[in-house]
């Protein structure tokens, strides 16, 4: 069983949005939400967001339990482009591109190991 999560139009560059997601990818969802509220970077915080619903569907939709689920897969894609303009001298403008991002986070249900000696 798998559940998922996605935000769409987070107005985070998908670049810097992918060095967030690439830190939590195969983790345990306890793990990753502790690795994420202690992360420095400012895309952290929605992607912690999206993580903390993929777990909740997962528990409410699937019956799933919290202590076994991990992150199967995450991305994130490009979303549309704001362009806006910023006037410079001699009357020129400059193009500003205000990048948007589609992050997406799969959990998975994992029956945890048990210790082999």
Do not use: C
């Not at 793990?31 to 929605?46: C, K, R, Y």
């Not at 991305?75 to 403008?93: H, N």
């Not at 591109?97 to 992050?103: L, Y």
């Amino acid at each position: 069983m798998e559940a998922r999560a996605q935000v769409r139009f987070a107005r985070h560059t998908p670049m810097k949005a992918r060095r967030v997601v690439d830190l939590i990818r195969g983790l345990p969802a306890s793990e990753a939400q502790a690795v994420l509220q202690f992360a420095p970077q400012s895309a952290s915080e929605t992607v912690y967001k999206v993580l903390s619903s993929a777990i909740a569907n997962a528990e409410h939709n699937f019956k799933l339990d919290r202590g076994t689920l991990f992150v199967s897969r995450a991305w994130v894609d490009e979303g549309p482009t704001l362009k806006r303009f910023r006037p410079r001298a001699q009357g020129r403008a400059y193009r500003i591109n205000k990048r948007t991002s589609h992050i997406t986070v799969i959990v998975e249900s994992r029956e945890p190991k048990g210790r082999t000696r």
